[in-house]
């Protein structure tokens, strides 16, 4: 295979065809899930760290003691969508923990 830059009609070719496919919008949709999918599959495999569970949980204690205490909406619903990712992450650890 040669290294030389292509002739003149292939590299036109190429270009139409590298422009057809910029202009395809199915494929630009196809690609944009396929990334979102690769990063939904790299954040469910990382294992979370005990200092980052320990904080977590230390942060959702906090907002749970402030949200009976003041019954603040904005407070509860921080609880509401901290408190699972905590129990998430230390399962996820006892999991790592427990494995043979």
Do not use: Y
């Amino acid at each position: 295979m040669s290294t030389d830059r292509l002739p003149e009609h292939e590299q036109r070719i190429l270009d139409e065809m590298e422009a057809a496919l910029r202009n395809d919008r199915r494929l630009k949709t196809r690609m944009w899930f396929l990334r979102a999918r690769r990063r939904v599959r790299a954040v469910l495999t990382h294992t979370p760290r005990p200092l980052t569970v320990a904080f977590f949980a230390t942060v959702s204690c906090t907002l749970l003691v402030i949200g009976i205490r003041t019954s603040a909406p904005g407070v509860i619903w921080a609880f509401a969508f901290l408190w699972p990712l905590t129990l998430i992450g230390f399962l996820r650890l006892l999991c790592r923990w427990t494995e043979p």
